[in-house]
């Protein structure tokens, strides 16, 4: 029966932890990349000429970098609300395009300013700083959403089904164990009450990793389990918190979601009318590569 057992929860259901997808994406580690060799670029067109928004040189800085700040808005919005491009892939690699774009094409646009922010320019930059920084906010947020493997939000019901499936293993595993391991999972079953489900979404690493420390500490003084059953109680022990602590996450993260569009989208509209501004300023003024 405990083959029985491990095999059926080990096949990880349709689930993944929040946090995680299928496919790790690396779009931080991707636009961290290109942020370095932009900078070198950057020190060594500082060192060949003056930097300046006017230089072709970074007159091209800018128009790639608009470029990409156009198609961090239109790409990643026309793939999640039309379903002409289901046939380019999940949402959330496009989610990472988005995340990239939206990171690599600001720092482009900045270093064709020559780090200057007179006027519009300085009024852009500004905007821009509370974009990007409210993206990475977003993109915490998003990932405290539950989600299956194919990376589709999940419902607190199918979530509810999956602590009772969990559960249900948790209670063939105590099964003619010693009493030791009945008290353990009861005192780990507890679930906190009265936490503020914003510090649930800002605090769950913090809380997860308490769990599992507490859980290690606890199943080490436990000699009457093998090392396998012990690992295997672990195992569901954390799974279940985890969905728990989902389940509590789901509402709270949707509402402050919706809050953050209010201000992400409004300000990202708002750099973009200060672009076109400039970019038409520039054409009609005949400044840089078009003089």
């Known amino acids: 029966m405990q083959k029985r057992l491990t095999n059926s929860f080990v096949r990880r259901e349709d689930f993944v932890s929040s946090g995680e997808t299928a496919v790790r994406p690396y779009e931080l580690e991707a636009s961290l990349f290109f942020v370095i060799v932009l900078s070198g670029v ?30 961090t808005e239109t790409a990643y919005s026309l793939r999640k ?3 002409w491009l289901n046939w380019a892939g999940p949402v959330r690699y496009w989610l990472s395009l988005h995340i990239v774009t939206g990171i690599v094409g600001p720092f482009m646009v900045l270093m064709h300013t020559g780090l ?12 821009t700083l509370i974009v990007v920084g409210s993206g990475f906010v977003g993109r915490y947020l998003y990932t405290a959403l539950p ?21 249900q293993h948790i209670t063939q595993f105590e099964a003619q164990k010693p009493e030791r391991v009945h008290q353990l999972v009861a005192e780990l079953s507890q679930r906190p009450t009265g936490r503020n489900p914003l510090l ?16 290690k500490r606890e199943l080490k003084k436990m000699d009457q389990l093998e090392v396998e059953q012990k690992q295997q109680l672990s195992q569901m022990l954390i ?18 979601m919706r809050v953050w569009h209010i ?29």
Request: net charge positive; no cysteine; hydrophobic share 45%.
């Open 263 to 291: 201000l992400h989208i409004p300000f990202g509209l708002t750099l973009f009318f200060s672009v076109a501004l400039h970019v038409v300023a520039t054409i009609y003024f005949r400044a840089g590569l078009f003089k």
């Open 147 to 167: 989600r299956t493997i194919s990376g589709v939000t999940t419902s607190r019901r199918a979530l509810e089904q999956e602590i009772t499936a969990v559960s």
């Open 116 to 127: 200057q922010f007179r006027g519009l320019a300085g009024v852009s930059f500004i905007l």
């Open 200 to 215: 649930s979404i800002l605090g769950r690493s913090y809380y997860q990793w308490r769990f599992q420390r507490r859980l």
């Open 239 to 256: 799974r279940r918190r985890d969905l728990q602590r989902q389940t509590e996450m789901l509402e709270a993260a949707r509402r402050v």
């Open 81 to 83: 609300r039309t379903s």
């Open 42 to 71: 950057y020190i060594a067109y500082d060192i060949l000429a003056s930097p300046d928004g006017g230089h072709p040189f970074g007159h091209s800085l800018g128009i790639v970098g608009t470029l990409l700040m156009v198609m």
